[in-house]
């Protein structure tokens, strides 16, 4: 089992800077895909962006070019850094990483970390 525990969420005003943090419970295990996924108020979960193990990375129309996500894998910790947040960025953000075992995916989510963009 494998709990992932984000930080560094809070209020933050537009323009500015933010960075997430997400560390995996177990450092032994191998994981595969780390992303950070956000759910706004009355809408859907949407990914943000995502990092394999390898460092393939994947990023939201919306936020690319102001978002970097980082990994490292010997922590099993991913990092979000927000630049030029805007109001929109409002949400709660989730942490999510998945490991293959043979023909098993395993997904594991954190609880949750809410970031507010407000002046």
């Known amino acids: 089992q494998v709990q992932l525990v984000e930080s560094g969420g809070g209020l933050v005003q537009p323009g500015k800077s933010l960075t997430l943090s997400c560390a995996a419970s177990?450092?032994?295990?191998?994981?595969?895909?780390m992303g950070w996924y956000r759910q706004a108020p009355g809408k859907e979960r949407e990914l943000v962006a995502s990092?394999?193990?390898?460092?393939?990375?994947n990023y939201a129309d919306s936020v690319k070019g102001r978002v970097t996500i980082s990994r490292d894998n010997a922590k099993n910790t991913v990092y979000l850094q927000m630049n030029s947040l805007k109001p929109e960025d409002t949400a709660v953000y989730y942490c999510n990483a998945n490991r293959i075992v043979g023909f098993t995916l395993y997904n594991y989510w954190g609880q949750g970390t809410p970031v507010t963009v407000s002046s």
């Open positions: 990092i394999t193990s390898d460092g393939s990375t």
């Open positions: 177990r450092s032994d295990l191998s994981i595969n895909t």
